[in-house]
């Protein structure tokens, strides 16, 4: 295991956490690793602004060493990235929350959708989100000029804006890239590297990975993609697992094709963590922060998609989100604050703040196992924390 710690002898570190509790964290970590569980991961931990540990083990689907400066696919947790996004421009004027996304977009209006409201889409209420994405699974599409935009166009509502929560898997993404190209002419991860990372000298983090980086790219491990999605074609590379291909990884998927580093993608958790301002620059306002981790959902509210209780905040999972595919506990700790927020991808990666602890952590692997561990791991980091 390959261990970065920046944690001086004594009780605690000018960053605060306890040095006997991150011994406890690698050692979680370190147990998570095999051939049953995450064959390989990074983990890293930012306290008040401070780098305090950075781990990385185990193995890529290749059989190549995980390593600290090496890149992993963050799959859903890309959604907190492309949220923090529309929240800067939010709080530019471009747009209001409540603003229906025809306004921006006036050929989305189509089958029904003219009431669709931003909010709706970034809290996964507006009813477009389809039980089956046949069809909308093909990927060629994506990159095509309109593709997108023409499918999303022709969709029809699922249920009645406002009426329950389902998780929009691919459709929250693309929303929101074709919106933030009518709005900059710049995609979301244009916008991400341009108005975020480079102002905090933040590297690797990419929705777009450019071809020069993908000898880094640890790949994931072998899932069954065809047996969960009947029908899908995968594209070259991609036989192992959907995310290794390069024609997936190239292309700005603000829904799922993210990737990075551990350590650099804590960082920019650290935006969250401060309230939407980080290192002297802010990026939203606090007021904004408020909005995006008030729950948009009741404590009892199961998503009709993803089946069990996920608490929503716009373009967040906030609160004490628990039971998350095979999760028992809440994942960002038991004693986590009720702002904490991030993301969860594929039950492989997670990503989350706790503004109250001016805490910032990133978990990232190269498989999901089938049931995570990762309330043992964010209750260990928040113990190391006290």
């Known amino acids: 295991m390959q261990v970065l710690r920046n944690q001086p002898a004594g009780a605690h570190s000018v960053g605060g956490m306890n040095p006997k509790g991150l011994d406890a964290v690698a050692e979680i970590f370190a147990s998570l690793i095999g051939e049953t569980a995450h064959p390989g991961a990074q983990l890293s931990i930012f306290?008040?602004?401070?780098?305090?540990?950075?781990?990385?083990?185990?193995?890529?689907?290749?059989g190549l060493p995980?390593?600290?400066d090496s890149l992993l696919g963050i799959l859903s947790t890309t959604k907190a990235l492309t949220s923090m996004v529309v929240h800067l421009l939010h709080d530019r004027g471009v747009f209001d929350y409540d603003d229906p996304v025809s306004r921006h977009w006036p050929e989305f209006a189509r089958n029904g959708k003219d009431r669709v409201t931003i909010r709706q889409i970034l809290s996964h209420r507006s009813g477009l989100s389809p039980d089956v994405y046949a069809g909308y699974l093909d990927w060629r599409k994506w990159p095509q000029p309109g593709g997108i935009e023409r499918l999303i166009e022709d969709m029809e509502l699922f249920w009645v804006p406002g009426e329950?929560?389902?998780?929009?898997?691919?459709?929250?993404?693309?929303?929101f890239d074709v919106l933030a190209r009518k709005w900059t002419g710049k995609n979301i991860g244009e916008l991400l590297r341009q108005e975020i990372c480079n102002p905090l000298g933040i590297k690797d983090v990419y929705i777009g990975l450019p071809e020069k980086e993908m000898p880094r790219f640890s790949r994931f491990s072998a899932v069954p993609w065809r047996a969960m999605t009947p029908g899908l074609e995968l594209p070259p590379g991609g036989e192992e697992h959907f995310f290794n291909s390069y024609e997936i990884l190239r292309q700005c998927l603000p829904?799922?094709?993210?990737?990075?580093?551990?350590r650099d993608?804590?960082?920019?958790?650290?935006?969250?963590?401060?309230e939407g301002s980080f290192a002297g620059?802010?990026?939203?306002?606090?007021e904004t922060f408020d909005l995006a981790v008030s729950p948009t959902n009741g404590p009892q509210e199961?998503?009709?998609?993803?089946?069990?209780?996920?608490r929503w905040g716009l373009g967040l999972m906030v609160d004490h989100t628990e039971g998350v595919r095979g999760i028992s506990g809440p994942i960002f700790g038991a004693k986590a604050s009720p702002r904490a927020c991030g993301h969860m991808g594929g039950n492989s990666s997670l990503s989350w703040a706790d503004p109250d602890r001016r805490l910032a952590v990133s978990f990232i692997s190269t498989r999901a196992p089938i049931e995570g561990r990762y309330a043992e791991l964010a209750d260990a980091i928040l113990a190391a924390c006290d």
């Open 164 to 175: 329950k929560n389902g998780y929009h898997a691919l459709t929250f993404g693309h929303v």
């Open 255 to 262: 829904w799922g094709n993210g990737v990075a580093r551990a």
């Open 66 to 68: 995980v390593r600290l």
């Open 265 to 274: 993608l804590a960082r920019l958790m650290n935006v969250y963590a401060f």
């Open 302 to 310: 199961v998503d009709v998609r993803i089946q069990t209780k996920v």
């Open 47 to 62: 306290r008040n602004g401070e780098l305090m540990v950075e781990l990385a083990a185990g193995k890529d689907g290749r």
């Open 281 to 286: 620059r802010e990026f939203f306002s606090k």
